[in-house]
């Protein structure tokens, strides 16, 4: 499923989401004598960060990173609300469907996707409702049975006052599990989060609080015993260094609870500090780095400690210096769930080059890698996805679209490698 991320820092500098960051953004531009008056000009990147928002998942891994999301131009506009719906088709080949070292099964996938994102800002007011919805259906021509759908539908309201700022919404995610992807079989499960922020900001302080609970439940009785929920809440200080500088001190509590007793339980305080930097529009950048302390009720004899400290750490960088090229790059180190162990030890970095060829050919080439080190005595692994992709606007609402993605998991474990190929062409209509 294609998640769009963008790191943005607005000018009062709120805090970042814990997500995956994508492709940077160049300016664009249409000529809106063109355009009707239910048809205007849109702001790409003020759409694609609205997208990160709602579609965020909870999840986190390394998706696509080469792969290239046709940009916006225009939208509908009724009224005080804004529409922009998304129509995507392709054909895909896959070299291994199920990710396994042996037997491994190609075939080709017809992917139809479409989505649709509104907007509704209350005028001079500041406030805004917002609502979307993502629809990715896989069908395998070699057999029905291989075939499933993906959906995201999620929705906030955000209120804005003077030096107040409030958000609530909901998501909700109908997903294949992205974890156990090794299994010959689709895992299907379901996540419903629900989230907020409420926050205090001027020109020159912020004082914000940020809380999420992701609720994940499996469709198959074999794999409930990873049914569970999962919060986090945090408050966070900053404060303006220079002009272009903020730094920020963070302050959180994690827990993880499962409903069968057949993993622990966790509880777990988060400290950490910060810098976030933007000198717009050439660069934006931040670093976080902190501790993770969790405690586990040790029910289950998986690991041989019931307590855990780790380092905590977030890099991220955006760095567009010339309007054909932009290079993002982004480094977690933090722990996760596990569905063998009390956590695992994630290290992920993802490197992306987007490029201009000309006003109509927008290309991306990424690479990701990261390697996981389960708390148990299960196995280390390293996965690694390297990618490039090319968006063609050939007429004025449709982009014809071409992107190849290589994915690798190397470990010792014994049937636990594979790789696989995906190479797909298709179009997309945007507005």
């Known amino acids: 499923m294609s998640v769009f991320l963008v790191l943005a820092l607005p000018a ?21 004598s063109t355009l009707s008056e239910s048809l ?22 390394v998706a696509d990173p080469g792969r290239v999301e046709p940009l916006p131009r225009q939208m509908f506009r009724l ?3 804004s529409l922009l719906p998304k129509w995507d088709e392709e054909v895909m080949y896959d070299s291994n ?42 069908w395998f021509m070699g057999g029905e049975a291989k075939s499933f759908v993906e959906q995201l539908a999620s929705a906030q309201v955000e209120l804005n006052f003077k030096h107040v700022r409030a958000t609530v919404g909901d998501r909700y995610e109908d997903r294949t599990d992205p ?24 020109d020159s302080t912020y004082v914000e609080t940020k809380a999420q609970d992701v609720d994940t439940k499996y469709d198959d009785f074999n794999f409930e015993q990873f049914d569970r929920d999962e919060g986090y809440a945090h408050v966070e200080y900053g404060w303006r260094q220079q002009d272009e500088l903020w730094l920020f ?14 993993l622990n339980d966790m509880f777990g305080e988060t400290l950490s500090v910060g810098a976030r930097w933007s000198k717009s529009p050439e660069v934006d950048a931040s670093l976080r780095v902190g501790v993770k302390i969790e405690q586990f009720d040790d029910d289950v004899a998986t690991d041989g400690e019931d307590s855990a400290v780790n380092p905590d750490v977030e890099a991220r960088a955006i760095w567009w ?18 569905p063998v162990s009390n956590y695992e030890v994630l290290d992920r970095v993802e490197l992306g080059w987007t490029r201009l060829l000309s006003g109509r050919i927008r290309s991306r080439a990424g690479f990701g890698v990261e390697r996981v080190n389960p708390s148990s005595l299960a196995d280390t692994f390293v ?20 992107n190849w993605r290589l994915r690798i998991r190397a470990t010792s474990t014994p049937n636990g490698d594979y790789t696989d190929n995906q190479v797909s062409v298709g179009f997309a209509v945007r507005l």
């Not at 299907?188 to 001027?202: F, H, M, Q, S």
């Open 12 to 32: 009062l500098a709120p805090a970042q989401s814990d997500a995956t960051q994508q492709t940077p953004l160049p300016p664009t531009t249409t000529d809106a």
């Open 40 to 61: 205007t000009a849109s702001d790409a990147m003020e759409w694609e960060t609205l997208a990160d928002t709602l579609f965020i998942s909870g999840e986190r891994g």
């Open 79 to 81: 009224g005080p609300v």
């Open 97 to 138: 469907v199920f990710l396994t070292d042996d037997d491994e099964q190609d075939d080709f996938i017809l992917r139809s996707r479409v989505a649709l994102l509104a907007d509704w800002q209350m005028a001079s007011s500041g406030h805004r409702i917002s609502a979307g919805y993502d629809m990715l259906r896989n």
């Open 179 to 202: 974890i156990l992807a090794v299994f010959t079989q689709k895992v299907e499960r379901r996540l419903n989060t629900v989230y907020g922020t409420l926050g205090w900001y001027d």
């Open 249 to 262: 001190a963070r302050a959180g509590v994690v827990d993880r609870k499962f409903d069968e007793n057949q």
């Open 321 to 338: 210096p010339v309007r054909r090229d932009g290079v993002d790059l982004r480094y977690v180190h933090t722990t996760e769930f596990s």
């Open 383 to 402: 996965r690694y996805s390297v990618g490039a992709g090319l968006a063609w606007r050939v007429l004025e609402f449709v982009d014809v679209t071409a």
